[in-house]
């Protein structure tokens, strides 16, 4: 949405009039793109939501930036937390609500952080928008007829739109000058517009920013949040698979809605069987795929399967020979490509369900946890790897 830059330092004649549900029809179309890019569009475009009722989960938060709209109250809006939740979806979904599907090129600046934010676009492209005055602020339509959008109701197409929405998406990525700078923008301007801050993490923004700005988190996506999406995208493109494959589809995503439909899409692609070059263009319906089964869906993502870490975890739980445990671990990890970092989180899932004495719990969590970090902070897999079976057996031998 970068293009919209160009038009947004002036003050262009609003076309119709601004209404808070002015919205375009609902469907399945992303919105901003053209008919017969559809059918490119990777999944997490195609079906990012539109209104803001196609939003999954996050009621609580729907609801009350709905009454901040229903009463013309908008504040400054902070959105944090992990990637794929919903966050910027739900501002662009916002910004169509207020504005109307045709006046968000006029009345919204989107800046992320593939474009420029240093101190310099600060101080005078986000001024320059931010002090124009959006002069066709009266709503003149018939009021609010079929607003759709998600909690709120209608009712208010009578009222005033009269302040433009700056969204800043990837925030934590701006210069701390940058953030600075946006201090007294942000107050100087309240009359003209609102900012909305995006970042997934809430203490890379400066203090006084976050002071400027009502809250809100988006944690991640609750499994039936989630299930309820890939099974529409499921429905709609056809996509054959195994119910325990959307199970462990939904599992394995952890809350993070792209990461699910792009598990999706790829696993979708990898069933459907690869045509000459020269040979005709099957139609859509005649194309025979495989179903996917649980098995594809680990692979894609390269997840431990639980069968390979039931075996892992009995061979440390039983076997007191340190040796014979490290080539079970060594030779699943070759034979199924695992990598260490996945074992430790997929183990430290497993042993907190087993029941056992707390100290022998503390001792594991404990050293599952520094092995995780010495990973990720570039230990090497086959010394780690044996410290993971120093860790598990240790607690073992507390248990007596
Ligand atoms: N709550 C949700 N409801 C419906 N779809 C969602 C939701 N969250 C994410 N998605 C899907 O995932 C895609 C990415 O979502 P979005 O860009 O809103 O994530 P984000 O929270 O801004 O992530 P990031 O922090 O990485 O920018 C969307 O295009 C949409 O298809
Ligand atoms: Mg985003």
């Known amino acids: 949405?970068?293009?919209?830059?160009?038009?947004?330092?002036?003050?262009?004649?609003?076309?119709?009039?601004i209404t808070f549900s002015a919205e375009p029809p609902k469907g399945k179309r992303a919105a901003d793109l053209p008919v017969e890019a559809e059918d490119s569009l990777p999944w997490v475009e195609k079906y990012r939501p539109v209104h803001l009722s196609d939003v999954?989960?996050?009621?609580?938060?729907?609801?009350?930036?709905?009454?901040?709209v229903d009463s013309n109250r908008l504040p400054h809006l902070l959105f944090y937390g992990p990637p794929g939740t919903g966050k910027t979806s739900t501002i662009l979904a916002l910004a169509r609500r207020i504005y109307g599907h045709e006046n968000m090129r006029q009345m919204v600046l989107e800046l992320n952080a593939s474009d420029d934010r240093s101190i310099d676009v600060v101080r005078e492209q986000i001024k320059t928008f931010a002090?124009?005055?959006?002069?066709?602020?009266?709503?003149?339509?018939?009021a609010a007829a079929g607003a759709g959008g998600g909690g709120g109701?209608?009712?208010?197409?009578?009222?005033?739109?009269?302040?433009?929405?700056?969204?800043?998406?990837?925030?934590?990525?701006?210069?701390?000058?940058?953030?600075?700078?946006?201090?007294?923008?942000?107050?100087?301007?309240?009359?003209?517009?609102?900012?909305?801050i995006i970042a997934n993490y809430a203490h890379k923004l400066s203090p006084a920013l976050l002071s400027?700005?009502?809250?809100?988190?988006?944690?991640?996506?609750?499994?039936?949040?989630?299930?309820?999406?890939?099974?529409?995208?499921?429905?709609?493109?056809?996509v054959r698979i195994l119910p325990d494959a959307a199970d462990a589809l939904v599992r394995l995503s952890r809350g993070d809605m792209r990461r699910a439909l792009n598990v999706l899409q790829a696993c979708h692609a990898s069933s459907t069987p690869l045509q000459p070059h020269d040979a005709p263009k099957v139609p859509e319906e005649d194309?025979?795929?495989e179903t996917i089964t649980t098995e594809t869906i680990y692979n894609c993502v390269a997840a431990p399967r639980p069968d390979a870490i039931r075996k892992i975890l009995d061979t440390l739980l039983r076997t007191s020979d340190v040796t014979s445990c490290l080539s079970t671990i060594n030779t699943l990890k070759v034979t199924q490509g695992l990598a260490l970092a996945?074992?430790?989180?997929?183990?430290?899932?497993e042993v907190v369900k087993l029941e056992v004495k707390p100290e022998v719990m503390i001792s594991w969590l404990d050293g599952l946890a520094t092995i995780e970090h010495r990973v990720a902070s570039g230990g090497g897999e086959a010394v780690q790897t044996g410290a993971l079976v120093g860790v598990i057996r240790n607690g073992v031998e507390l248990m007596g």
């Open 56 to 68: 999954s989960g996050h009621h609580d938060i729907l609801a009350t930036i709905s009454k901040f």
């Open 212 to 238: 400027r700005c009502t809250r809100f988190r988006f944690s991640p996506l609750k499994e039936p949040d989630i299930r309820a999406l890939v099974d529409k995208v499921i429905q709609e493109e056809n």
């Open 342 to 349: 996945d074992i430790v989180t997929a183990l430290s899932e």
């Open 131 to 142: 002090s124009t005055k959006q002069i066709f602020s009266f709503a003149q339509g018939p």
């Open 1 to 17: 949405m970068s293009d919209l830059e160009d038009e947004m330092d002036v003050d262009v004649p609003v076309s119709k009039d």
């Open 153 to 196: 109701g209608g009712g208010s197409g009578s009222r005033l739109a009269g302040f433009k929405l700056i969204v800043l998406d990837e925030a934590d990525a701006m210069t701390n000058t940058a953030q600075m700078a946006l201090r007294r923008i942000m107050e100087k301007y309240t009359a003209n517009a609102r900012f909305c």
């Open 287 to 289: 194309v025979v795929r």
